[in-house]
Nanobody, 118 residues
Framework: QVQLVESGGGLVQAGGSLRLSCAASGRGVSIYRMGWFRQAPGKEREFVAAFTGRGSNTYYRDSVKGRFTISRGNATNTVYLEMNNLKPGDTAVYYC???????????WGQGTQVTVSS
């Protein structure tokens, strides 16, 4: 139904920045929400940031507020996550996710690795 492809991960030093990108594709699918989750080794996947609707409503987990910015691209069904002042604790596989009004977070990308060195 929906395929998500994320990119932009990499290795950065603490205090550095990365910008993640995600593009969603599908047939006859209306995406209501898009966002980012992450999963560190040995931990459960956790919510990072998201937007709903046309991008007017954004949400962030407390630990990334002021450092990360989620935005909707001008291309159809795209989302970005600008990550600034990265910390070693941000190291994780970052997953793009999307969903419609009835599907919640029903679609997931394969993930992109973000590694922050101290």
């Amino acid at each position: 139904q929906v395929q998500l492809v994320e990119s932009g991960g990499g290795l950065v030093q603490a205090g550095g920045s990365l910008r993640l990108s995600c593009a969603a594709s599908g047939r006859g699918v209306s995406i209501y929400r898009m966002g980012w989750f992450r999963q560190a080794p040995g931990k459960e996947r956790e919510f990072v940031a998201a937007f709903t609707g046309r991008g007017s409503n954004t949400y962030y987990r407390d630990s990334v507020k002021g450092r990360f910015t989620i935005s909707r691209g001008n291309a159809t069904n795209t989302v970005y996550l600008e990550m600034n002042n990265l910390k070693p604790g941000d190291t994780a596989v970052y997953y793009c996710a999307a969903g419609g009004l009835a599907t919640d977070w029903g679609y997931w990308g394969q993930g992109t690795q973000v590694t922050v060195s101290s």
